[in-house]
C-alpha cells in the first residue's frame, strides 16, 4: 500500500526510495521539466563558447554528478573528464563550513581548455579554491558552469561563466544535492520541511 498524501502520478511512475523522499519535501524549488530545458540550453552555449576546442571537464563532487551526467550527453565535442571532490558541507550542516579539497583530480591539464562543474554558488569560496587549485596546472583558459547561483552571491557580485537558475537563499535537495547524504536521487530542485533535517540527525 503507497504512502498516505503522495499525488497519484508519483505512486505510479516512481520507486519506492523516492517516493518515502517525497514525504519530507516543502516545496519544488526547480521542476526537472525546467532543469531539463535549461541544461540543454547551457549545453547549446558551452558548444558554440568551446567550439573547435576539446575540453577537460572538472565536476565537484559529489553535487554536481547529475549536472555532469545530463550536460555531456549534450555536448557534441571532443572531451574529457576529471572528477574533483570538495567539501563544503560537512554531515548535516545546512550552511557551507568552508571548502576541503578531498580529491585533486589527476588528468595533465597544462594548456587545455577546462570547464569547471558545480552544483551551487553561494560564498564563492569552493569556486575560488578549485580555481586556484587547477590554474597550479598550467591550462589554457579555466571557465566556471554552475547549476544554481543564491542571491547572496549574486548580491555579492559573485558569478560563474555559465549560470543555470538563481534562487533565494534557502537550502535546497535533489539532483545531486544532498543533505547529510540523503536525497541526491530526488529529480527536482526542492527545499525540505524542518522535520526532515531531525530526522537525518
Known amino acids: 500500500?503507497?504512502?498516505?498524501?503522495?499525488?497519484m502520478p508519483w505512486r505510479q511512475s516512481r520507486p519506492a526510495a523516492i517516493v518515502c523522499s517525497m514525504n519530507d519535501i516543502d516545496h519544488v524549488v526547480i521542476s526537472r521539466r525546467r532543469i531539463d530545458r535549461r541544461v540543454a540550453e547551457l549545453a547549446t552555449d558551452i558548444s558554440q563558447a568551446y567550439a573547435g576546442h576539446e575540453l577537460v571537464i572538472v565536476p565537484?563532487?559529489?553535487?554536481?554528478?547529475?549536472?555532469?551526467?545530463?550536460?555531456?550527453?549534450?555536448?557534441?565535442?571532443?572531451?574529457?573528464?576529471?572528477?574533483?571532490?570538495?567539501?563544503?558541507?560537512?554531515g548535516g550542516a545546512t550552511t557551507s563550513q568552508g571548502p576541503k579539497i578531498l580529491w585533486p583530480g589527476r588528468l595533465p591539464l597544462r594548456r587545455r581548455h577546462v570547464l569547471v562543474l558545480d552544483d551551487v554558488l553561494e560564498s564563492g569560496r569552493s569556486l575560488h579554491a578549485v580555481k586556484r587549485l587547477l590554474q597550479r596546472r598550467r591550462p589554457a583558459s579555466i571557465r566556471t558552469c554552475v547549476l544554481l547561483r543564491k542571491r547572496s552571491a549574486k548580491t555579492a557580485n559573485l558569478t560563474a561563466d555559465f549560470i543555470g537558475f538563481d534562487i533565494g537563499d534557502e537550502f535546497v535537495v535533489g539532483y545531486g544535492m544532498d543533505f547529510n547524504h540523503y536525497y541526491r536521487n530526488l529529480p527536482d530542485v526542492v527545499a525540505l520541511k524542518p522535520e526532515a533535517y531531525a530526522h537525518h540527525q
Open 60 to 90: 565537484v563532487l559529489t553535487g554536481s554528478f547529475m549536472l555532469l551526467a545530463d550536460l555531456v550527453r549534450q555536448l557534441p565535442m571532443k572531451m574529457r573528464v576529471d572528477v574533483l571532490a570538495v567539501s563544503s558541507y560537512p
Open 1 to 7: 500500500m503507497p504512502p498516505p498524501n503522495i499525488p
